[in-house]
Structure formats: structure tokens, C-alpha cells
């Protein structure tokens, strides 16, 4: 929907002015992120991988410990994105029916169990905050300003939650910007057309920044699809 | 920059849900046709995963049983059933699960069409399972419905609301009165651009009205008013292809309104709404509430 999120984003006043004001103060924050842990999802991943043949042929014991194996990440991604605990709940049902659903169509060179389900928990949710977006848009509503999250909001919400771990020391490997555009379309749930507007940069700009930044991670992280 | 590049470069907003759906579409072709795009999409989706489970967080009380009880009642996709994209994750379904009594028959008549009346078969009784759990659990009897023929299913329509091409400005002018569908504009304007594009539009007592654009590729459903479905039940659409539903995807309700793009669309197929337990079905499990379809 991304007219919706243009005319939302464009409804604002000055947005772009606001936020990158405040944007300037992320990069001591980041910068001070220390501590590396990098648990090790080997063992997880094969079994995730090994639980999922199973739920593809209508195990629902395996579908429960699949639960039990991802039923955190699926959670805290929906949250990142939404933040209200109800709707986080809410969306992340309707992943785990979806997973349940679309095993028997899950194709294991498409990436690991743990990043499809992980991507698939992402997508519900930015499709819930756009929808939610273009209720708002479609009731001509002013927007709140508070409903909207700037960006400190959004990184503040993030670092909090992060605390120590391989990708908040990462993402203080990126540059500013780069980090700006990845976390805001990430956790923040934006289209890089309204990262671009907030942050009052080139479309090219702030595709090149996510995408960088993206490859940078993975460097970071030592990441293999 | 070539077109192929300038898509490339939407591989990180992609791999991040930070692009709309016609570059969503854009790089899910590229993808599919470019081994070396397809490897990089795979690590920066891997990434993405990454920054996902940084942020884990315990689920509710409740929330685990909940599912569990969800998936017990909801059928499997068959394998290699629905070729709606060539992305491993599903395109994206509207809101969250809001099932609906069932409305009754036939409204007013398709804009700008013949006034074809589908047969006027009551609604089914789509009354939700009696259960307090966030979760669907149909009643065994539900369950073990038997499933009817799709020719069958079809006719039991409670409204079929038969549309007719229109001359492109009319149409215009007549999606613009539809509020939800105006908010879709861009895309809208992709649909209206195509020269079959067919609008049909039906009330539906005591269920809202819905609007559909049908093209030869593809489509929009968009309904406004809908009753909220029944606790733990879905609106779920269906591409009707030859008598035989394939489905187009969950919607949610968003206050009454939603809307669903169908991207494997043909000329002949129908689109059918149907109520069904949360996280939709594989094959109908009721008769459909209205269907809408070209002249």
C-alpha cells in the first residue's frame, strides 16, 4: 500500500526536519554498544530443519516443539514491529497457523527453517501496522503524532531490547545512516519510501543504505543464508 | 541504470517488508529468474532473520495453547498448491481474523452491468464454534462435514454479482466514490490501465457491500461494512477457476473493511468470499457469502 504510506507520511508536518534532528543522537548510543554474544543456533537449526519435515506431514507433536523452538523469536519480532503486546500476540497466531499451514510447501533451499519463519513473522506484522496505517488514512483522521513512531522512538525501544548481543555490536559497525535506514525499516515497519521522506533523502539513496548496511550485517555476523 | 539493476537494488528494502507490492512483484520475478539475485536475497533475508530473533521475547500466557489449539483444527496446504508467488513466504494477507454472520442474498444490482441476480440461496449459517479460546475449534461435526463438489459449492452462492466492461473514465469515477479502494490508488491505477478491467459491485444485506476489479491477470476485492466474522473465523477469498476454488488469501477486517489483491487471475475465474477458521482453509469449508464475476 504504498500510496497510503506516502499520503500518510506526507500528512505529517515537516517530519523530516523532526526526525533527523533527533537522529543525531543515535550514534554515541550505538556507538558505546559493546559485548559480544553469539549463541550458537547450529543444533537449533538442524532440528528446526528436522521438526519441520515433520510438521509437513501433519505432526503436531513437532509442530509443538517447533513452537517451543521459535515461539520467542516469532513473538519478539511481531512486538519490534508493533509493540502492543495484544496485537504482537495476535499477529504472531496467525504466523504460527500460517507456518502450520505452508509447511507442506516449505522448500528448505529457500533458506532455514529459523529465517523463514522469522521473515514470514516480519511480514505479518508490517502488514498489520500498514493496514492499521490505511484504516487511519482512509478515516482522514490528523495524525497523531504519537501514534506515529520517529525514529529515537523507535531506536530507543530497539536498543532496550537488544541488550547484549552479535547484532547490536553489528549494527554499531554501520555507518549512521546506514543503520538510521535499516533499523527504521525494520523494526520501525516503514517502506524505504517513507524512510527516504523522514529522513529527507534520495529513494536510490535509502535503498543503497538498506541494502549496504544489510551486506555489512552479514559480514558482521558471519551470516550464510 | 538498467531496470534489472534499478530492481536489484530493492533487494535489501525486500528482504527488510520495505517495499509495496509492485516491487514486491518486481523482485520476486527478478528473483526467480536470477540465480545470482536469488543467492543474495537468501543471505540479506538471513540478516533480516537476524535483527528478528536479536529481539525475542517471551509470548503471553495462553499463547502456545492457543496455537496449538488453532492448528489442530486447520487443514494443511496441499504441497505445491497455490503458485500465488514465487516467494517462499505467502503475499501478504490484509487483517486480523474477524468472521462474520452471513449475510444475506443479493443487493443491488452490478454497476454499469446487466442486472444478472445470482441465485438467491439463503446464506449459510455460518455460526462460530462456541468457544471461549482465542483459538478456532470447530465442533467434530464441522469437521467432518463433508465437503461438497465444487460445481456444487459454487451455485450455493448467497450473491453472485455479475460485472460488465465499462469505458475506462466511467470507472474511474465510479472506483473513486469507493473509499477503501481509493485509499489503494496505485495499485488501483495499475488494475484500471488494463483494458478488461471489469468493476463489479455488490450490497450484501446486512453485510456490507463489496467492489471488485477484474482483469484478465489479475484482481482486487475490496468489501466496507462487513459484520466482524465470529471468534476465531476468517474471511477468506478464493479465485473460482473452472467451478473450483483456489484460494487468494486471508483477509482481516480492518473496522469492517478489507481488501485483497488475487494475483493469479484468468478471464472466466470468479472470486468468492467465504467465512472459515482462523488462518483460512485449504478447500471452502462453507458456501460462499457472495461471488463476483465478469460478464
Known amino acids: 500500500m504504498p500510496t497510503l504510506v506516502v499520503c500518510a507520511t506526507a500528512a505529517l508536518p515537516s517530519p523530516s526536519v523532526r526526525v533527523t534532528a533527533r537522529v543525531r543522537r543515535a550514534p554515541e548510543r550505538w556507538g558505546t554498544l559493546t559485548g559480544v554474544t553469539n549463541p550458537a543456533r547450529e543444533s537449533v537449526a538442524d532440528s528446526a530443519q528436522d521438526l519441520m519435515a515433520a510438521v509437513a506431514t501433519g505432526d503436531q507433536a513437532a509442530f509443538a516443539s517447533l513452537y517451543d523452538l521459535l515461539s520467542r523469536t516469532v513473538h519478539g519480532t511481531c512486538l519490534g514491529v508493533l509493540r502492543d503486546p495484544d ?101 520501525g515497519g516503514r517502506t524505504y519510501r ?17 541494502r549496504d548496511g544489510l551486506l555489512r550485517l552479514k559480514d558482521c555476523l558471519g551470516v550464510t543464508a | 541504470m ?49 535483527l528478528g530473533a536479536a529481539v525475542e521475547a517471551e509470548p503471553p500466557v495462553g499463547a502456545r495453547d492457543a496455537v496449538l489449539a488453532a492448528i489442530a483444527s486447520t487443514p494443511q496446504d496441499a504441497p505445491g498448491s497455490t503458485s500465488r508467488t514465487t516467494d517462499d513466504v505467502p503475499p501478504a494477507v490484509v487483517a486480523p481474523a474477524v468472521p462474520a454472520t452471513a449475510p444475506g442474498a443479493v443487493g443491488a444490482p452490478p454497476v454499469g452491468g446487466p442486472s444478472v441476480g445470482g441465485p438467491s440461496v439463503a446464506g449459510p449459517s455460518v455460526a462460530g464454534p462456541s468457544v471461549a479460546a482465542p483459538a478456532v475449534v470447530p465442533s467434530a461435526a464441522e469437521r467432518s462435514t463433508p465437503r461438497r463438489g465444487p460445481a456444487r459449492w459454487y451455485a450455493l ?22 473509499r477503501q479502494v481509493q485509499a489503494e490508488q496505485q495499485q488501483v491505477a495499475d488494475l484500471l490501465t488494463d483494458p478488461s478491467a471489469v468493476l463489479v459491485h455488490q450490497d450484501v444485506a446486512d453485510g456490507g457491500d463489496v467492489t471488485a476489479i477484474l482483469t484478465d491477470t489479475r484482481a482486487v476485492f475490496t468489501a466496507e461494512n462487513l459484520p466482524d466474522p465470529d471468534d476465531g473465523r476468517v474471511y477468506q477469498l478464493w479465485v473460482v477457476r473452472e467451478g473450483k476454488p483456489l484460494s487468494a488469501g486471508v483477509m482481516t477486517s480492518d473496522d469492517g473493511t478489507v481488501r485483497q489483491f488475487a494475483d493469479d487471475f484468468a478471464p472466466g475465474d470468479a472470486l468468492a468470499v467465504t467465512v472459515e477458521p482462523a488462518g483460512g482453509s485449504a478447500q471452502p469449508t462453507s458456501d460462499p457469502i457472495v461471488v463476483l464475476a465478469a460478464a
Do not use: M
Request: glycine share 2%; aromatic share 4%; proline share 2%.
Open chain 1, 87 to 187: 496485537h504482537a500476540a495476535e499477529v504472531a497466531q496467525e504466523v504460527w497457523v500460517e507456518v502450520w499451514r505452508t509447511a507442506t510447501r516449505y522448500e528448505a533451499t529457500r533458506g532455514s527453517v529459523r529465517t523463514w519463519v522469522t521473515t514470514l513473522a516480519h511480514r505479518r506484522a508490517v502488514d498489520r501496522v500498514r493496514a492499521v496505517q490505511a484504516q487511519r488514512d482512509r478515516d482522514q483522521r490528523v495524525l497523531d503524532a504519537s501514534t506515529e513512531r520517529p525514529f529515537d522512538a523507535v531506536a530507543d525501544d530497539v536498543e532496550q531490547r537488544l541488550e547484549q548481543s552479535a547484532v547490536r555490536d553489528c549494527l554499531g559497525s554501520l555507518t549512521e545512516t546506514q543503520r538510521t535506514a535499516v533499523v527504521l525499516a525494520y523494526y
Open chain 1, 194 to 210: 517513507e524512510v527516504a521522506s523522514e529522513l529527507d533523502a534520495a529513494l536510490p539513496t535509502v535503498k543503497s543504505r538498506i
Open chain 2, 2 to 50: 538498467s531496470e534489472h539493476d534499478d530492481v536489484r537494488a530493492l533487494l535489501g528494502a525486500y528482504a527488510l517488508d520495505a517495499v509495496d507490492d509492485d516491487e514486491r512483484r518486481a523482485v520476486e520475478a527478478l528473483v526467480a529468474a536470477d540465480p545470482d539475485a536469488a543467492r543474495e536475497l537468501a543471505d540479506l533475508r538471513a540478516v533480516a532473520a537476524r
Open chain 2, 157 to 178: 452462492a448467497a450473491a453472485v454479482a455479475i460485472g460488465a466492461a465499462v469505458p475506462g473514465a466511467l470507472l474511474v469515477q465510479q472506483v473513486n466514490h469507493t
